[in-house]
Nanobody, 120 residues
Framework: QLVESGGGSVQTGGSLNLTCEAA????????MAWFRQAPGNGREGVAS????????YYADAVKGRFTISHDNAKKTAYLQMNTLKPEDSGMYYC????????????????WGQGTQVTVS
């Protein structure tokens, strides 16, 4: 019910814009977030945002480079990623919750299948 798109392969310093559509999810979410997971690593929170508005919350590793946004009417979240680095590579997952907005995977109970980002 959460569908990510926009991943791909880019060179260091490049940009990607990820999209997460929740259009078929019948319940309004309180917050949406992006997580990522590289091979051999755990899933880490990248950015999150309350769907009602406000600024996003970011992991230190992406502050100033990534921007999360949400279109309430479209039930769609976005992650604009600029100045990408090889360490940004991994599978990026969209998540949603009716609960608290943070960067902890345990706080989110709805997940997409992921979209791959590779930076070389």
């Amino acid at each position: 019910q959460l569908v990510e798109s926009g991943g791909g392969s880019v060179q260091t310093g490049g940009s990607l814009n990820l999209t997460c559509e929740a259009a078929r999810w019948p319940y309004a979410s309180n917050a949406m977030a992006w997580f990522r997971q590289a091979p051999g690593n755990g899933r880490e929170g990248v950015a999150s945002i309350y769907t009602g508005g406000g600024e996003g919350y970011y992991a230190d590793a992406v502050k100033g480079r990534f921007t999360i946004s949400h279109d309430n009417a479209k039930k769609t979240a976005y992650l604009q990623m600029n100045t990408l680095k090889p360490e940004d590579s991994g599978m990026y997952y969209c998540a949603a919750t009716n609960g608290y907005c943070d960067l902890l995977s345990a706080s989110f109970n709805y997940w997409g299948q992921g979209t791959q980002v590779t930076v070389s």
